[in-house]
């Protein structure tokens, strides 16, 4: 009689391995198939059916065991990439550490350059001050002495003629008397002393002339300064393309993305949620909800312009108000040289040197907005202090045509 064949499923692995950074990744593929185990050739009676059935429970646990091992391996395998990861982790929070710490020294080091240069100024200055006062003084003290002397002067000669008076009150030479009296009865030439006088007060044009001094120091200062405000927020440099969806029909926007200027002619655009639909203004594709970034536009040529940022949820239709309550952080020209920054009420600004390219610096979590003049390196404005909750976008309006003397672009550039 034929016995019955037994048909289990048993693991069949396929083992994979890759070679990657150094490490060995095993990848275990199982797949379940069912294999026929025909005991009869290994059995010839009762205990014969036992000792197959004991060999094929041994080959399963065997198989399962395999497995297992396998599963292992992969497991140890991923641990030891964890492992390798977080050891990565260390050594690169370690650079950076050190990272900054140099870039502190660096720092410490430009500020006690800094503070020593004022310092110096300021004990130039109190010597300056000190120099013209006490040369003050001893021109005082020179008019002073000289008019003492010419007083003592007339002192002397007052008290010669009242003599020659006195001589000739007592004479008893009528005739003598007579011919004196025309000579002697006019008073000696004398100074009228009423008007003159010793100033005894400070001359506060000399404290001028020391503010005067501070204030070239201070400027002197503020342009190190923010040179290097300037070269460390270029380091936060993005790159920043307009967002054709937020634009208003009435802007033309390059193919690149960099370029946007104002034309008279209205496109036919569809409306969307983003768009401007009254005022001709266009806001990036990027968004920062955290940390620091920097970006530059070049404004050569142009009569008018706004830039800036501005937070997502503003109001994209109708007329806009540009002010910090509405959403806005700017700086805008008008006019050819009208420049202000958008505050509650606005800052009129006066800037020696017309802006060719303008960099713009955003630091979330501090609440700064800061506009810099590129070619010069020299700070615009800084809006400080501000309280940022939504996304952020950089904002541009190129402002009206013009009758074409404000026909150029604004022009996103590269950071160099």
């Not at 391996?73 to 929070?93: L, S």
């Not at 036919?268 to 001709?280: G, L, M």
């Not at 002010?323 to 020209?333: A, R």
Request: aromatic share 8%; charged share 25%; proline share 4%.
């Amino acid at each position: 009689m034929e016995k019955p064949r037994s048909q289990e499923k048993c693991p069949l692995v396929e083992i994979k391995a890759l070679q990657l950074a150094n490490m060995t990744v095993v990848t275990v593929i199982t797949r379940w198939q069912p294999v026929t185990f025909n005991p009869e050739p290994f059995m010839s009676s009762d205990s014969d059916l036992c000792i197959s059935m004991s060999t094929l429970s041994t080959a399963k646990l065997i198989c399962s065991s395999q497995v297992v091992q396998i599963h292992l391996a992969k497991r140890q395998t991923d641990i030891h990439q964890m492992i390798q990861d977080r050891i990565n982790k260390i050594q690169e929070i370690q650079d950076s550490v050190e990272l900054r710490k140099r870039n502190t020294e660096k720092e410490k080091s430009s500020s006690v350059e800094l503070f020593t240069d004022l310092i110096r100024s300021i004990e130039r200055c109190q010597s300056e001050l000190l120099k013209m006062m006490e040369e003050q003084q001893k021109k005082s003290e020179k008019q002073g002495e000289d008019l003492i002397k010419e007083l003592q002067q007339e002192i002397t000669e007052l008290k010669r003629r009242n003599t020659e008076l006195e001589q000739l009150s007592h004479t008893d030479d009528h005739l003598h008397l007579i011919q004196m009296n025309s000579s002697l009865s006019s008073h000696p030439h004398t100074k009228n002393w009423t008007e003159i006088r010793i100033d005894s007060d400070m001359n506060v044009n000399s404290l001028y002339r020391v503010m005067t001094l501070l204030k070239k120091t201070q400027e002197t200062l503020n342009k190190k300064l923010c040179k290097t405000g300037f070269k460390w927020a270029q380091k936060f440099a993005v790159d920043v393309t307009l967002d054709p969806d937020t634009a208003n029909p009435y802007l033309i926007l390059s193919d690149d993305g960099k370029q946007v200027c104002y034309r008279d002619i209205k496109q036919n655009i569809p409306e969307n949620p983003k768009r401007f639909d009254t005022c001709a203004t266009i806001l990036a594709k990027e968004g920062f909800s955290s940390g620091r970034f920097y970006y530059e536009v070049q404004v050569k040529g142009k009569t008018g312009w706004d830039l800036g940022v501005a937070r997502e949820s503003i109001n994209r239709k109708g007329k806009i108000i540009l002010s910090p309550e509405s959403g806005y952080w700017t700086v805008i020209l008008r006019n050819e040289n009208h420049y202000s920054a958008c505050e509650n009420p606005p800052v009129l600004l006066s800037l020696r040197v017309k802006p060719e390219k303008v960099g713009v610096f955003v630091d979330y979590e501090e609440g700064l907005v800061s506009f810099y003049d590129v070619d010069s390196r020299s700070h615009i404005y800084s809006f400080t202090g501000q309280t940022f909750t939504d996304k952020l976008y950089p904002y541009f309006y190129p402002w009206l045509n013009d009758e074409g003397k404000n026909s150029n672009p604004l022009i996103i550039t590269p950071v160099s």
